[in-house]
């Protein structure tokens, strides 16, 4: 039974629900956690103990209802250089080839801020590309949800929108490259980690259709990640405190060709099999 963060006639702000078949069920009103940050400042066990004594008295049909990104206060994190595919196309896009080679190699992960929340869209609402970059790519990626006491509790879908032609002028312009106004996309749900039989091995697919046409897809899956979900949890948590919890978004394996970029109008579809799929529309900001 996954969460989400829901909108309805009588609800204007986000409520925190439990998706059972095709229900809605209100997660406070069945006597759980008020919001997600609630939920996230328990530990896993008490986290799944209390969704499951969740009673489906107050519920609503799944398509009365509009699905929000599903978070509250939680920062959006992301990491680089997990996939090989991705450090080569970082090679390929970047006047500072090495670095890419380093970190991909290196103990430490490449991690950065990647949003706030009110920089992120929901499922069915637009990503942005930024009106000063002339290379656009989607990033598909599994995006771990991770309670206060730094447990991954639960795993969604991300697209970590990027523009390679900001980053690959300069490292040092990345949090422009992945920083800003619709820059983010999370959703429909959150998997509970209970639920998730094997994480390391979870297909992804992306596909980009433009004039209703698809003009790009791709696949790959977390088992070819070089590090560990683990790994980037732990380096995430040295020295930093998440008193909501945190979405920590762990690279992409996909990366469309050289030649293409995104554009307003196109719509990204992020699937990963066992979670999810994530619809946005592009705008050009």
Not at 42 to 54: F, H, K, P, Y
Request: aromatic letters at 8%; charged letters at 20%.
């Amino acid at each position: 039974m996954p969460l989400c963060v829901y909108q309805t006639g009588e609800y204007q702000s986000g409520r925190l629900g439990l998706v059972m078949d095709d229900l809605i069920v209100d997660v406070a009103n069945g006597g759980g956690p008020a919001s997600l940050s609630e939920a996230l400042r328990l530990n896993a066990g008490a986290l799944q103990a209390s969704l499951e004594r969740v009673t489906k008295g107050d519920s609503i049909p799944l398509g009365s209802a509009t699905l929000l990104a599903p978070l509250d206060f939680q920062e959006v994190w992301a990491a680089g250089v997990t996939y090989l595919r991705s450090r080569d196309a970082r090679m390929e896009e970047s006047q500072e080839k090495s670095v890419y080679d380093r970190v991909y190699e290196a103990d430490r992960p490449e991690l950065f801020m990647k949003a706030t929340p009110n920089r992120v869209s929901g499922p069915g609402q637009a990503v942005g590309v930024r009106g000063d970059s002339t290379w656009d790519v989607p990033e598909p990626e599994c995006v771990l949800v991770i309670n206060n006491s730094g447990e991954i509790v639960g795993y969604t879908v991300g697209n970590d929108v990027s523009s390679r032609s900001i980053e690959g002028e300069n490292p040092l312009y990345l949090p422009q490259a992945k920083m800003y106004e619709k820059g983010a996309g999370l959703g429909p749900v959150i998997e509970m980690s209970w639920e998730v039989t094997d994480p390391g091995n979870l297909p992804i697919r992306l596909s980009i259709s433009r004039d209703g046409a698809e003009v790009f897809a791709g696949e790959t899956n977390t088992n070819q990640m070089h590090r560990s979900f683990d790994d980037l949890r732990d380096y995430l948590f040295r020295h930093n405190v998440f008193d909501y919890g945190v979405f920590l978004m762990t690279g992409t394996g996909i990366v469309p060709p050289s030649d293409f970029t995104l554009d307003g109008g196109d719509v990204v579809s992020i699937s990963i099999e066992g979670i999810g799929t994530l619809v946005n529309p592009v705008v050009r900001l």
